[in-house]
Protein backbone atom coordinates (compact mmCIF):
# COMPACT_ATOMS: atom_id res chain seq x y z
CA UNK A 1 0.00 0.00 0.00
CA UNK A 2 1.01 3.63 -0.83
CA UNK A 3 0.02 6.61 1.01
CA UNK A 4 0.39 10.27 0.02
CA UNK A 5 0.50 13.86 1.56
CA UNK A 6 -0.27 16.80 -0.30
CA UNK A 7 0.79 20.10 0.42
CA UNK A 8 1.13 23.76 -0.75
CA UNK A 9 -2.35 24.58 -1.95
CA UNK A 10 -3.93 27.84 -1.14
CA UNK A 11 -5.71 30.88 -2.13
CA UNK A 12 -3.69 33.17 -4.75
CA UNK A 13 -4.55 36.13 -7.04
CA UNK A 14 -4.07 35.90 -10.26
CA UNK A 15 -1.28 35.80 -11.95
CA UNK A 16 0.48 34.34 -9.15
CA UNK A 17 2.54 31.25 -8.34
CA UNK A 18 2.15 28.16 -5.92
CA UNK A 19 4.34 25.35 -4.96
CA UNK A 20 2.51 21.66 -4.62
CA UNK A 21 4.26 18.70 -3.06
CA UNK A 22 3.62 15.32 -2.42
CA UNK A 23 5.12 12.83 -0.77
CA UNK A 24 4.42 9.00 -1.12
CA UNK A 25 5.29 6.63 1.57
CA UNK A 26 4.83 2.93 1.94
CA UNK A 27 5.10 -0.10 -0.68
CA UNK A 28 7.25 1.85 -3.38
CA UNK A 29 8.73 0.21 -6.39
CA UNK A 30 11.88 2.09 -7.97
CA UNK A 31 9.28 2.05 -11.42
CA UNK A 32 6.65 4.37 -10.28
CA UNK A 33 4.62 6.97 -12.19
CA UNK A 34 3.30 10.34 -9.99
CA UNK A 35 1.11 12.92 -11.28
CA UNK A 36 -1.27 15.84 -10.52
CA UNK A 37 -4.68 15.70 -11.44
CA UNK A 38 -7.68 18.63 -11.08
CA UNK A 39 -11.13 18.29 -10.25
CA UNK A 40 -13.10 21.46 -10.05
CA UNK A 41 -17.16 21.26 -8.85
CA UNK A 42 -19.04 19.95 -11.45
CA UNK A 43 -16.46 18.95 -13.92
CA UNK A 44 -14.45 15.64 -13.97
CA UNK A 45 -11.22 14.91 -12.44
CA UNK A 46 -8.64 15.80 -15.08
CA UNK A 47 -4.82 14.85 -15.62
CA UNK A 48 -2.17 17.90 -15.38
CA UNK A 49 0.66 16.62 -15.14
CA UNK A 50 2.50 13.20 -14.88
CA UNK A 51 6.54 12.17 -14.59
CA UNK A 52 7.63 8.69 -14.43
CA UNK A 53 10.96 7.65 -12.20
CA UNK A 54 12.94 8.21 -15.37
CA UNK A 55 11.68 12.27 -15.33
CA UNK A 56 9.58 11.39 -18.81
CA UNK A 57 6.69 14.10 -18.47
CA UNK A 58 3.45 15.01 -19.87
CA UNK A 59 1.38 17.67 -19.47
CA UNK A 60 -2.57 18.90 -20.41
CA UNK A 61 -2.36 21.61 -22.59
CA UNK A 62 -4.31 24.19 -20.72
CA UNK A 63 -1.28 24.19 -18.58
CA UNK A 64 1.86 23.43 -20.78
CA UNK A 65 4.40 26.69 -20.41
CA UNK A 66 3.19 27.57 -16.95
CA UNK A 67 3.34 24.78 -14.93
CA UNK A 68 5.90 22.02 -14.06
CA UNK A 69 6.25 18.91 -13.04
CA UNK A 70 9.71 17.31 -11.39
CA UNK A 71 10.40 14.89 -8.51
CA UNK A 72 13.13 13.86 -5.98
CA UNK A 73 13.45 10.27 -6.20
CA UNK A 74 15.06 9.45 -2.82
CA UNK A 75 12.42 11.03 -1.14
CA UNK A 76 9.70 9.86 -3.48
CA UNK A 77 8.57 13.39 -3.50
CA UNK A 78 6.60 14.85 -6.70
CA UNK A 79 5.93 18.63 -7.33
CA UNK A 80 3.68 21.00 -9.11
CA UNK A 81 5.60 24.45 -9.93
CA UNK A 82 2.64 26.44 -10.96
CA UNK A 83 3.16 29.68 -12.69
CA UNK A 84 0.88 32.48 -14.13
CA UNK A 85 -2.31 31.10 -12.06
CA UNK A 86 -5.60 31.83 -13.52
CA UNK A 87 -9.18 31.39 -12.10
CA UNK A 88 -9.98 28.65 -14.54
CA UNK A 89 -7.28 27.02 -12.46
CA UNK A 90 -9.57 26.64 -9.53
CA UNK A 91 -9.98 23.04 -8.17
CA UNK A 92 -9.10 20.48 -5.93
CA UNK A 93 -5.60 18.93 -6.72
CA UNK A 94 -4.80 15.41 -6.49
CA UNK A 95 -1.64 13.66 -6.06
CA UNK A 96 -1.75 10.28 -7.79
CA UNK A 97 1.04 7.66 -7.51
CA UNK A 98 0.91 4.14 -9.89
CA UNK A 99 2.50 1.30 -8.65
CA UNK A 100 5.18 0.07 -12.21
CA UNK A 101 4.86 -3.67 -11.37
CA UNK A 102 1.25 -3.92 -10.50
CA UNK A 103 -0.19 -0.57 -12.40
CA UNK A 104 -2.27 0.00 -9.18
CA UNK A 105 -3.25 4.10 -8.62
CA UNK A 106 -3.01 5.31 -5.61
CA UNK A 107 -4.45 8.68 -4.32
CA UNK A 108 -3.76 11.16 -2.02
CA UNK A 109 -6.54 13.74 -0.10
CA UNK A 110 -6.36 16.70 -2.24
CA UNK A 111 -4.89 20.40 -1.84
CA UNK A 112 -7.55 23.25 -3.02
CA UNK A 113 -5.98 25.51 -5.33
CA UNK A 114 -8.39 28.62 -5.30
CA UNK A 115 -6.98 31.69 -8.21
CA UNK A 116 -9.38 34.49 -7.43
CA UNK A 117 -9.12 37.97 -6.67
Known amino acids: QVQLVESGGGLVQPGGSLRLSCAAS????????MGWYRQAPGKQRELVAT???????DYADSVKGRFAISRENLKNTVYLQMNGLKPEDTAAYYCKYQNGIHRLDYWGRGTQVTVSS
Open 26 to 33: GRITSINV
Open 51 to 57: ITNGGRT
